[in-house]
């Protein structure tokens, strides 16, 4: 088996789900067992600084063979796979020469993997696919990405004809529940630039993500025995449901929105007769969409709210992510770099705007510009999720060459 194959189809079998209920950091401790185990097999390696720190961050150096100075890069990944399906368990099937056909998953043949559904497949035939068994998600979101690294930081170590600066490495727990870099510290990673590498098609390089907001409402109504509630019980509950079914529906919603469009997404409903808690997120390109998405959502509450004598609401947005693209868009050279690696691997990039957010969105705004690059992942979060192998191959490649380019490029 290739050590890359290797690799990622011992990473997947270790559950590292996150959880979006936790208060702790990380959300789950036992996204440690992978984070402790990369840092080992980096030590094992040769690489002297590499460790897990107390919030299960690793960080690792691959130090500079040039004689130029050159601006340090960092390539970054996630451990924590999603809460949206199990990943416990995991048994990673490795689909040699994959013929295409469609894929029956062999511990619950009701799961198939459908060329007509993931048409990517497609262009995939000849290659090998992996593949869950059918009752977790794969994982390759993100550990097609920790692989890819993994293998490169081998390949650097071990060949020193591939000239290059300084490169870190950042691997971070829970990116899934939108937690990934509370706790990084920049300072001590002392990189210019950053890439992450979690995304999906083979060529895909990706400078523009949502910017994304969170809100919370509140509605208190007035609480009364049913038995002698008449004229005098107004019930958060119908309240909620009330303006819940009053929010647009044929736009500004996820199931109707593609390409470009933002939309206002209901995540969350708690509560009773007395007071009902609603969470939304929020999501546009352009940040300054936010705020009328928001106002539109509070007026419609308003209106709701106008109909019940004596409820009351209150409403909290906290900002969540930003589009990258906005200080992305200062340093061109961070894209370029990468674009120009991937069409030198004989490939061409594909750019298309990320409806949701990565590491890379909150880095880039923490001071280390972070595009996005491909791993091969498909059909996230899900039991149908595979990967290409020689797509995960073609990523290294690409990370070869775009280092290349970063000391090309320096005097």
């Known amino acids: 088996m290739k050590p890359l194959v290797e690799r990622f189809m ?6 590292t789900q996150s959880d979006p209920e936790s208060n702790t950091f990380p959300s789950t401790e036992k996204q440690k067992v992978l984070s402790a185990m990369l840092a080992q097999e980096l030590t094992n390696m040769g690489i002297a600084d590499a460790h897990m720190d107390e919030w299960g961050y690793v960080y690792a150096t691959v130090p500079s063979n040039s004689n130029k100075k050159v601006p340090v890069i ?21 689909h040699e020469q994959y013929d295409g056909h469609d894929i029956v998953l062999p511990d619950d043949n009701a799961q198939v993997i459908r060329t007509k559904d993931h048409p990517y497949l497609l262009k995939k035939i000849g290659e090998d696919i992996i593949t869950a068994s059918g009752l977790t998600l794969l994982g390759a979101d993100n550990k097609a990405g920790v692989a890819v690294i993994m293998e490169l930081a081998s390949r ?4 020193p004809s591939i000239v290059h600066g300084d490169l870190k490495i950042l691997f971070t727990p829970d990116e ?3 937690r990934g870099v509370e706790h990084v510290d920049l300072n001590k990673l002392g990189a210019d630039f950053g890439y992450t590498l979690d995304g999906s098609e083979l060529g895909s390089l990706e400078s523009e993500t949502f910017s994304a907001d969170g809100v919370e409402v509140v509605i208190h109504g007035v609480i009364a025995h049913p038995g002698a509630a008449k004229g005098k019980l107004v019930n958060a509950i119908k309240v909620a449901a009330d303006f819940l079914a009053a929010i647009p529906k044929s736009t500004l919603a996820p199931e109707v929105t593609e390409g470009r469009e933002g939309f206002i997404h209901p995540t969350d409903i708690k509560g009773g007769a007395e007071s009902a808690a609603v969470k939304f997120i929020i999501r546009d390109f352009e940040t300054s969409q936010l705020a009328h998405h928001e106002k539109l959502l509070e007026d419609v509450l308003k209106g709701v709210i106008a109909r019940y004598p004596g409820s009351s609401y209150a409403l909290q947005v906290k900002e969540q992510y930003r589009n990258m693209r906005e200080v992305l868009d200062l340093h061109p050279q961070v894209v370029q770099h990468a674009a120009d690696a991937i069409r030198q691997s004989g490939i061409e990039p594909i ?16 001071g280390l510009p972070c595009p996005n690059i491909f791993t091969g992942e498909m059909a996230l979060h899900s039991k149908h999720e595979f990967v290409s192998v020689q797509d995960m191959e073609r990523s290294v490649e690409v990370l070869v060459r775009l280092l290349q380019n970063w000391e090309a490029a320096a005097h």
Do not use: Q
Not at 156 to 159: E, G, K, P, Q, T
Not at 353 to 365: H, I, K, M
């Open 156 to 159: 650097l170590v071990n060949d």
């Open 10 to 15: 011992r990473y997947v079998k270790i559950d």
């Open 176 to 178: 899934e529940v939108g």
């Open 351 to 366: 750019s298309l705007p990320v409806r949701g957010g990565t590491d890379g969105s909150r880095l880039s705004f923490m």
């Open 74 to 94: 960092c390539f970054c990944s996630h451990v924590d796979t999603a809460p949206d399906c199990s990943g416990t368990g995991v048994k990673p099937i490795l």
